[in-house]
């Protein structure tokens, strides 16, 4: 996993003995996922992130609702 700001953060777990219960595996949802995909965080606890990953039309949504948000578009300045 990598972030714009920070670089690579993290990875996606791949083992029965990482993955948490109720989630995918990193294996599962290789094919299912763009080169470049974009996920959002649910939980967080402990050392774990629980995140779901975007369709195309949910991070369109995301950005036609946040197009006048100063905070969101940085990048504008």
């Given at each position: 996993?990598?972030?714009?700001?920070?670089?690579?953060t993290g990875y996606l777990a791949n083992s029965?003995?990482?993955?948490?219960?109720?989630?995918?595996?990193?294996?599962?949802?290789?094919?299912?996922?763009?080169?470049?995909?974009?996920?959002?965080?649910?939980?967080?606890?402990?050392?774990?992130?629980?995140?779901?990953?975007?369709?195309?039309?949910?991070?369109?949504?995301?950005?036609?609702?946040?197009?006048?948000?100063?905070?969101?578009?940085?990048?504008?300045?």
């Amino acid at each position: 996993m990598r972030t714009e700001l920070f670089g690579k953060t993290g990875y996606l777990a791949n083992s029965t003995t990482t993955v948490i219960k109720g989630t995918m595996s990193a294996g599962r949802i290789y094919d299912k996922i763009a080169d470049v995909s974009f996920a959002e965080v649910k939980f967080i606890a402990n050392d774990s992130v629980i995140a779901k990953v975007l369709t195309q039309e949910e991070i369109e949504e995301l950005l036609k609702a946040h197009e006048n948000d100063e905070f969101f578009n940085l990048d504008d300045e």
